[in-house]
Each structure stands twice: as structure tokens, then as C-alpha cells.
């Protein structure tokens, strides 16, 4: 005969350990789900994302209007390339970090929270990317395919854009240094030169006085002791 008691130990043991072990997962993807929502965005609120919204859900009456509110194509197509640019300065950003942030998690410099924050923003990424693909071919058939490359191209105006501002004010920022240094070499070297020419004026001051000092006095003949010698010279001829 089949002994059923010593067959049912084993699929209890068998049961309790995977009723654990489902317990245990659940309770655990429950908490890192929990830890991931409590965690800091990646990215600031999406503002043209939330303008599009708005945008595309406004109430379509007003206390008091008879004709309801409709937002021109126009309107809502400029909100939603606005977004998609910024959905391109988004992916720039994940993309420049990405490696960055990886080398420092295999090096251990950064904990993994901070990677569920990226890895979370690469997820909301891509689903904010499906969106604006399909909210652009609500608006417009066809037109998900290109305005992503539409928003690239503004994108990469806008970047120009800022680079000739921040140069133009590094240059007015450099000029203004030049000038000073530039107006400082210029006293600094009038300043030398009037000490060189003091200078000078004080050692052509100082020879001419050695000089008057140092010359020899001639004494020309004919002065009177000579003419009193020759006097008494002449007396005594005539003696």
C-alpha cells in the first residue's frame, strides 16, 4: 500500500517554501516599488508637457458663452513641437549621462539609488516619447514620423542661439578687462618714463656740477705782481 503520510510531508514542505518564497517576492517588489515612487525626479516638471495638456483638455465651455472653446490646430501643433524640444534636450541629457553614471556605479562612487532615479527616467522617457509620436499623428496623420526631426533641428537653433549670447557677453566681459588692464599698462609705463627722465635729469645735474668743480683755473700773465716784478726789474737797470 502507498503510504500517503510520508508522501504528504515532502509537497507540504514543498508548498510552505514557495508560498514563502512567493510571500517574500511579493512583499519585496512592493517595497523597492514603493522606495522607487518615493525617490527624487531625474528631471524638473515637464512644463511643455503640462501647457499641452492644458492645452488639449480645456474645458470646452465657460459659465456664460454659448459657443464653446476650440483651440486652433495651429496652436496645439506649436505646443506640441515645443514639447517634443524638450523632449530632445531630455534625451541629450540621459544619453551624456548615462555613461558617466555607470562608470561610477561600477567604480561604487554613487549608490543605486541614484540609478533607479535614472533608470525611472529612462522609462518615463521613452513612454513620453510614445506619446507625443501618437498625439502627433491624433493631430496629424503621418506627421510622428518627422517631428521628432523638426524638434531636433529647433533644438539645436535654440543651443546656437544661446552660444552666440554667452559669447557676445564674454566678449563685452573681456573687453572691459582689456580696457582697465590695457588703461593700468598705460599709466604704469608713463609712471616709468617720468622716472626715467627724473632720473636722467638728475645724473646731467650731477655731471655738470663734478665738471665746474674739477676744471683747472688758468691764470693769465700781466697782473699786477707781474707788472710790479717788471718795475723793479727796469729800476735796477738804470742803477
Not at 507540504?12 to 525617490?39: D, E, H, N, P, W
Amino acid at each position: 500500500m502507498v503510504d500517503w503520510v510520508s508522501l504528504a510531508v515532502p509537497f507540504a514542505y514543498l508548498g510552505v517554501l514557495i508560498g514563502s518564497l512567493a510571500t517574500f517576492s511579493s512583499l519585496y517588489r512592493k517595497r523597492k516599488a514603493a522606495k522607487s515612487a518615493s525617490l527624487e525626479p531625474w528631471f524638473s516638471p515637464h512644463l511643455q508637457r503640462n501647457i499641452y495638456l492644458s492645452l488639449l483638455h480645456i474645458e470646452q465651455h465657460e459659465p456664460g458663452r454659448e459657443k464653446p472653446i476650440v483651440v486652433p490646430d495651429s496652436v496645439l501643433k506649436a505646443a506640441l513641437l515645443r514639447r517634443a524640444t524638450a523632449d530632445i534636450d531630455r534625451i541629450i541629457s540621459v544619453r551624456r549621462d548615462k555613461q558617466a553614471l555607470s562608470t561610477l556605479l561600477a567604480r561604487g562612487s554613487v549608490g543605486d539609488d541614484l540609478w533607479q532615479r535614472f533608470q525611472r527616467a529612462e522609462k518615463e522617457l521613452e513612454a513620453e516619447l510614445e506619446d507625443v509620436v501618437s498625439e502627433a499623428n491624433a493631430i496629424q496623420p503621418g506627421w510622428g514620423q518627422s517631428i521628432f526631426q523638426s524638434a531636433n533641428e529647433m533644438a539645436a537653433n535654440t543651443r546656437l542661439r544661446n552660444r552666440i549670447v554667452e559669447l557676445q557677453q564674454q566678449k563685452e566681459h573681456e573687453r572691459e578687462w582689456w580696457d582697465k588692464h590695457r588703461e593700468t599698462t598705460q599709466q604704469e609705463f608713463m609712471k616709468e618714463l617720468e622716472s626715467e627722465g627724473i632720473e636722467q635729469d638728475a645724473s646731467r645735474k650731477g655731471s655738470v656740477a663734478g665738471s665746474s668743480d674739477g676744471e683747472p683755473v688758468f691764470v693769465e700773465g700781466g697782473g699786477p705782481s707781474s707788472q710790479t716784478v717788471g718795475g723793479k726789474k727796469k729800476k735796477k737797470g738804470k742803477k
